[in-house]
DNA sequence: CTCCTAAATAGTATCTATTATCAATTGCTA
DNA sequence: TAGCAATTGATAATAGATACTATTTAGGAG
């Protein structure tokens, strides 16, 4: 918590209230929230904070790299803090994103794109579909 | 073409002017295009259809496995002809989508989520960075 | 071929998620 | 502690997509 936010200050951005607090709520969940639960959250604590805040903070902490960003396909984006470099599986029915340990941008696929002459920035790979404990529940008929 | 249209019938839906249309301009295309895209050339063959039509075709299209969508980080979804399973490299310069002809979700990675006991559905994988002809204009001093 | 009905459409209003704007406030550096 | 750029709250604006509704139409039954 204490790194995070002078992970900011290194960054050259100012340690506000707001700040805290998000970082707070983001740091005592334990799966990917969406902008509207981190606001909800972060007015329980502190009710003046703006959802704008909430926003721009969000997209801050996403470009220096202490939050991740998670667009599922449908609704909106779901943040959470960066735990290094991850993927998910993320359950349609409860929302959680349960950690893989494994990457696919190693062995074989790395080595065809670089070697197609593409300049790789970043990467995203994502399950998604139903944990064992939705999977009864949203089974379709 | 044609089997496209028999596709459309197979599944119950009628064959309209428009959705023969929006599928000729996919037809024609051969990379994703935004649904403005597909709309504006679809307004250059006709130009009554509106934008609604267009819209809930692709939805349906999509739906039932005619086309195939990709949802880039920013900006709008984009359409293509499904020409069966595919990942892209996405280029940050020009936007282009190269066909990755490798699927991550195969072998090792598959068998270990399986053995987790999570449900796939459906999964997603999207490289981003710069093409070839992107490269030199866009590299960082 | 013509009639009928459910499906599809055009046009528009509406919605959701997000960003822009801007005056007022506040960390931080000197 | 003074000053100024960074940050904020409140709200308007935007983008992308969907909902709604009156009207039209595809395609099967007769």
């Given at each position: 918590?204490?790194g995070?936010?002078n992970?900011?200050?290194?960054?050259?951005?100012?340690?506000?209230?707001?700040?805290?607090?998000?970082?707070?709520v983001?740091?005592?969940?334990?799966?990917?929230?969406?902008?509207?639960?981190?606001g909800?959250?972060?007015?329980?604590?502190?009710?003046?904070?703006?959802v704008?805040?909430?926003?721009?903070?969000?997209?801050?902490?996403?470009?220096?790299?202490?939050?991740?960003?998670?667009?599922?396909?449908e609704?909106?984006a779901?943040?959470?803090?960066?735990?290094?470099?991850?993927?998910?599986?993320?359950?349609?029915?409860?929302?959680?994103?349960?950690?893989?340990?494994?990457?696919?941008?190693?062995?074989?696929?790395?080595?065809?794109?670089?070697?197609?002459?593409?300049?790789?920035?970043?990467?995203?790979?994502?399950?998604?579909?139903?944990?064992?404990?939705?999977?009864?529940?949203?089974?379709?008929?």
């Open positions: 918590m204490t995070l936010l992970e900011l200050s290194a960054h050259g951005y100012k340690i506000t209230p707001q700040r805290r607090i998000i970082l707070q983001l740091s005592e969940s334990c799966r990917h929230l969406s902008v509207e639960e981190i909800d959250k972060v007015k329980q604590i502190e009710p003046g904070i703006s704008a805040t909430v926003y721009r903070n969000l997209n801050l902490l996403a470009e220096i790299g202490i939050v991740s960003r998670l667009d599922l396909h609704g909106p779901r943040y959470e803090l960066n735990q290094g470099h991850d993927h998910h599986l993320v359950c349609l029915g409860c929302g959680h994103a349960i950690k893989l340990g494994v990457c696919p941008m190693q062995g074989e696929i790395k080595k065809i794109i670089e070697e197609s002459g593409f300049e790789v920035n970043s990467h995203h790979f994502e399950v998604t579909g139903y944990c064992q404990e939705c999977q009864t529940r949203h089974r379709k008929p």
